[in-house]
T-cell receptor, first 110, second 115 residues
Framework: RKEVEQDPGPFNVPEGATVAFNCTYS??????FFWYRQDCRKEPKLLMS???SGNEDGRFTAQLNRASQYISLLIRDSKLSDSATYLC???????????FGKGTTLSVSS | SAVISQKPSRDICQRGTSLTIQCQVD?????MFWYRQQPGQSLTLIAT?????????ESGFVIDKFPISRPNLTFSTLTVSNMSPEDSSIYLC????????????FGPGTRLTVT
Protein backbone atom coordinates (compact mmCIF):
# COMPACT_ATOMS: atom_id res chain seq x y z
CA ARG A 1 0.00 0.00 0.00
CA LYS A 2 1.36 3.42 -0.93
CA GLU A 3 2.05 5.76 1.96
CA VAL A 4 -0.36 8.42 0.71
CA GLU A 5 -2.92 7.64 -1.96
CA GLN A 6 -5.15 10.02 -3.83
CA ASP A 7 -7.49 9.74 -6.77
CA PRO A 8 -5.50 11.52 -9.49
CA GLY A 9 -8.59 12.76 -11.28
CA PRO A 10 -8.89 14.96 -13.21
CA PHE A 11 -12.05 16.32 -11.70
CA ASN A 12 -13.78 18.56 -14.22
CA VAL A 13 -16.53 20.65 -12.64
CA PRO A 14 -18.49 23.77 -13.53
CA GLU A 15 -18.20 26.98 -11.55
CA GLY A 16 -20.29 26.88 -8.41
CA ALA A 17 -20.06 23.12 -8.01
CA THR A 18 -19.10 21.36 -4.82
CA VAL A 19 -16.26 18.87 -5.15
CA ALA A 20 -14.66 16.50 -2.66
CA PHE A 21 -11.22 14.92 -2.70
CA ASN A 22 -10.22 11.90 -0.69
CA CYS A 23 -6.91 10.65 0.56
CA THR A 24 -5.81 7.60 2.50
CA TYR A 25 -2.56 7.14 4.37
CA SER A 26 -0.81 4.01 5.55
CA UNK A 27 1.05 5.12 8.68
CA UNK A 28 -1.25 4.97 11.70
CA UNK A 29 1.34 6.86 13.76
CA UNK A 30 1.15 9.99 11.61
CA UNK A 31 0.20 13.08 13.56
CA UNK A 32 0.23 15.94 11.09
CA PHE A 33 -1.92 16.26 8.01
CA PHE A 34 -2.14 18.93 5.37
CA TRP A 35 -3.60 19.87 2.04
CA TYR A 36 -1.29 21.73 -0.31
CA ARG A 37 -2.20 23.34 -3.60
CA GLN A 38 0.13 23.27 -6.59
CA ASP A 39 -0.53 25.33 -9.68
CA CYS A 40 0.93 24.28 -13.00
CA ARG A 41 4.70 24.78 -13.05
CA LYS A 42 4.64 26.37 -9.60
CA GLU A 43 5.75 25.30 -6.16
CA PRO A 44 3.29 23.74 -3.69
CA LYS A 45 1.62 26.13 -1.28
CA LEU A 46 -0.02 25.22 1.99
CA LEU A 47 -3.79 25.34 1.68
CA MET A 48 -4.73 24.19 5.15
CA SER A 49 -3.77 21.93 7.99
CA UNK A 50 -6.18 19.14 8.89
CA UNK A 51 -7.22 18.69 12.49
CA UNK A 52 -8.98 15.79 14.15
CA SER A 53 -12.05 17.88 14.82
CA GLY A 54 -12.23 18.98 11.21
CA ASN A 55 -11.66 22.53 10.15
CA GLU A 56 -13.07 25.03 7.74
CA ASP A 57 -11.52 27.98 5.93
CA GLY A 58 -14.04 29.84 3.84
CA ARG A 59 -15.18 27.55 1.05
CA PHE A 60 -12.75 24.82 2.06
CA THR A 61 -13.46 22.13 4.65
CA ALA A 62 -10.98 19.45 5.71
CA GLN A 63 -11.85 16.32 7.63
CA LEU A 64 -9.69 13.66 9.25
CA ASN A 65 -10.77 10.15 10.18
CA ARG A 66 -7.94 8.55 12.12
CA ALA A 67 -9.69 5.20 12.52
CA SER A 68 -10.00 4.83 8.76
CA GLN A 69 -6.76 6.73 8.03
CA TYR A 70 -8.67 8.92 5.68
CA ILE A 71 -8.50 12.64 4.91
CA SER A 72 -10.89 14.67 2.82
CA LEU A 73 -11.08 18.13 1.32
CA LEU A 74 -14.39 19.69 0.32
CA ILE A 75 -14.53 22.75 -1.90
CA ARG A 76 -17.84 24.56 -2.11
CA ASP A 77 -18.90 27.07 -4.76
CA SER A 78 -15.93 26.27 -6.98
CA LYS A 79 -14.19 29.17 -8.69
CA LEU A 80 -12.15 29.15 -11.88
CA SER A 81 -9.15 30.06 -9.73
CA ASP A 82 -9.52 26.82 -7.79
CA SER A 83 -8.17 24.94 -10.80
CA ALA A 84 -4.96 23.32 -9.57
CA THR A 85 -3.54 20.08 -8.23
CA TYR A 86 -4.34 19.36 -4.59
CA LEU A 87 -1.73 17.41 -2.66
CA CYS A 88 -2.53 15.37 0.42
CA UNK A 89 0.42 15.45 2.83
CA UNK A 90 1.15 13.40 5.93
CA UNK A 91 4.13 13.26 8.27
CA UNK A 92 6.22 10.10 8.27
CA UNK A 93 6.43 7.54 11.04
CA UNK A 94 9.48 9.18 12.56
CA UNK A 95 7.82 12.57 12.47
CA UNK A 96 10.82 13.97 10.67
CA UNK A 97 9.54 14.47 7.16
CA UNK A 98 6.47 15.01 5.02
CA UNK A 99 5.09 12.42 2.63
CA PHE A 100 3.26 13.83 -0.37
CA GLY A 101 0.53 12.16 -2.34
CA LYS A 102 0.62 12.39 -6.12
CA GLY A 103 -2.15 14.93 -6.10
CA THR A 104 -5.67 15.30 -7.44
CA THR A 105 -6.16 17.61 -10.39
CA LEU A 106 -9.16 19.92 -10.40
CA SER A 107 -10.33 21.84 -13.43
CA VAL A 108 -13.14 24.34 -12.94
CA SER A 109 -14.80 25.63 -16.08
CA SER A 110 -17.24 28.44 -16.77
CA SER B 1 5.58 33.57 5.64
CA ALA B 2 9.19 33.13 4.61
CA VAL B 3 10.32 34.33 1.20
CA ILE B 4 12.46 31.73 -0.52
CA SER B 5 14.45 32.14 -3.70
CA GLN B 6 16.29 29.55 -5.75
CA LYS B 7 18.97 29.84 -8.37
CA PRO B 8 19.01 28.89 -11.14
CA SER B 9 15.32 28.75 -11.96
CA ARG B 10 16.05 26.32 -14.77
CA ASP B 11 18.99 24.77 -16.54
CA ILE B 12 19.81 22.34 -19.29
CA CYS B 13 22.90 20.29 -18.57
CA GLN B 14 24.88 17.56 -20.27
CA ARG B 15 25.14 14.14 -18.74
CA GLY B 16 28.15 13.60 -16.58
CA THR B 17 28.28 17.19 -15.36
CA SER B 18 27.18 18.58 -11.99
CA LEU B 19 24.86 21.44 -11.07
CA THR B 20 24.68 23.31 -7.79
CA ILE B 21 21.32 24.79 -6.82
CA GLN B 22 21.15 27.61 -4.31
CA CYS B 23 18.35 28.28 -1.86
CA GLN B 24 18.12 31.59 0.01
CA VAL B 25 15.60 32.43 2.74
CA ASP B 26 14.79 35.91 3.98
CA UNK B 27 14.80 34.85 7.64
CA UNK B 28 16.78 32.47 9.81
CA UNK B 29 15.41 28.95 9.86
CA UNK B 30 16.61 25.85 11.64
CA UNK B 31 15.58 23.22 9.16
CA MET B 32 15.73 23.34 5.39
CA PHE B 33 14.60 20.55 3.10
CA TRP B 34 15.38 19.51 -0.43
CA TYR B 35 12.78 17.75 -2.56
CA ARG B 36 12.63 16.33 -6.05
CA GLN B 37 9.51 16.30 -8.21
CA GLN B 38 9.89 14.17 -11.29
CA PRO B 39 7.57 14.66 -14.25
CA GLY B 40 4.04 13.63 -13.38
CA GLN B 41 5.03 12.65 -9.87
CA SER B 42 4.64 14.14 -6.46
CA LEU B 43 7.37 15.50 -4.25
CA THR B 44 9.98 13.19 -2.78
CA LEU B 45 12.19 14.32 0.07
CA ILE B 46 15.88 14.05 -0.74
CA ALA B 47 17.37 15.25 2.53
CA THR B 48 16.99 17.50 5.54
CA UNK B 49 19.69 20.12 6.05
CA UNK B 50 20.39 21.56 9.49
CA UNK B 51 22.95 24.26 10.01
CA UNK B 52 26.15 23.00 11.53
CA UNK B 53 25.57 19.32 10.95
CA UNK B 54 25.59 16.78 8.16
CA UNK B 55 22.46 16.55 6.08
CA UNK B 56 20.15 13.61 6.73
CA UNK B 57 19.33 11.71 3.56
CA GLU B 58 16.19 9.72 2.82
CA SER B 59 16.28 6.18 1.58
CA GLY B 60 17.42 6.05 -2.02
CA PHE B 61 19.47 9.24 -1.87
CA VAL B 62 23.18 9.42 -1.06
CA ILE B 63 25.59 12.19 -0.24
CA ASP B 64 27.94 11.39 -3.11
CA LYS B 65 25.16 11.99 -5.61
CA PHE B 66 23.44 14.89 -3.82
CA PRO B 67 25.95 16.73 -1.62
CA ILE B 68 24.34 19.46 0.45
CA SER B 69 25.82 22.46 2.19
CA ARG B 70 24.22 24.50 4.96
CA PRO B 71 26.73 27.18 5.90
CA ASN B 72 24.29 29.41 7.82
CA LEU B 73 20.67 29.75 8.87
CA THR B 74 19.48 31.44 5.67
CA PHE B 75 21.22 29.51 2.89
CA SER B 76 21.70 26.02 1.52
CA THR B 77 22.93 24.40 -1.66
CA LEU B 78 22.14 21.08 -3.31
CA THR B 79 24.48 19.67 -5.92
CA VAL B 80 23.30 17.10 -8.42
CA SER B 81 26.46 15.22 -9.33
CA ASN B 82 27.41 13.22 -12.40
CA MET B 83 24.01 13.85 -13.92
CA SER B 84 22.09 11.48 -16.13
CA PRO B 85 18.78 12.03 -17.96
CA GLU B 86 17.02 10.33 -15.04
CA ASP B 87 17.96 13.33 -12.90
CA SER B 88 15.75 15.58 -15.03
CA SER B 89 13.32 16.92 -12.49
CA ILE B 90 12.23 19.93 -10.50
CA TYR B 91 14.27 20.44 -7.37
CA LEU B 92 12.66 22.42 -4.57
CA CYS B 93 13.90 23.65 -1.25
CA UNK B 94 11.58 24.30 1.64
CA UNK B 95 11.65 25.54 5.22
CA UNK B 96 9.51 24.93 8.25
CA UNK B 97 6.85 27.54 8.84
CA UNK B 98 7.71 27.56 12.52
CA UNK B 99 9.58 25.58 15.13
CA UNK B 100 7.84 22.31 15.82
CA UNK B 101 5.35 22.66 13.02
CA UNK B 102 5.39 20.44 9.98
CA UNK B 103 3.97 23.15 7.76
CA UNK B 104 6.50 24.07 5.10
CA UNK B 105 7.04 26.92 2.68
CA PHE B 106 8.56 26.07 -0.67
CA GLY B 107 10.91 27.87 -2.98
CA PRO B 108 9.90 28.32 -6.64
CA GLY B 109 11.94 25.31 -7.72
CA THR B 110 14.75 24.65 -10.18
CA ARG B 111 13.74 22.91 -13.38
CA LEU B 112 16.62 20.70 -14.50
CA THR B 113 16.85 18.97 -17.86
CA VAL B 114 19.74 16.60 -18.48
CA THR B 115 20.51 15.76 -22.09
Amino acid sequence: RKEVEQDPGPFNVPEGATVAFNCTYSNSASQSFFWYRQDCRKEPKLLMSVYSSGNEDGRFTAQLNRASQYISLLIRDSKLSDSATYLCVVDNQAGTALIFGKGTTLSVSS
Amino acid sequence: SAVISQKPSRDICQRGTSLTIQCQVDSQVTMMFWYRQQPGQSLTLIATANQGSEATYESGFVIDKFPISRPNLTFSTLTVSNMSPEDSSIYLCSVEAGTGTYEQYFGPGTRLTVT
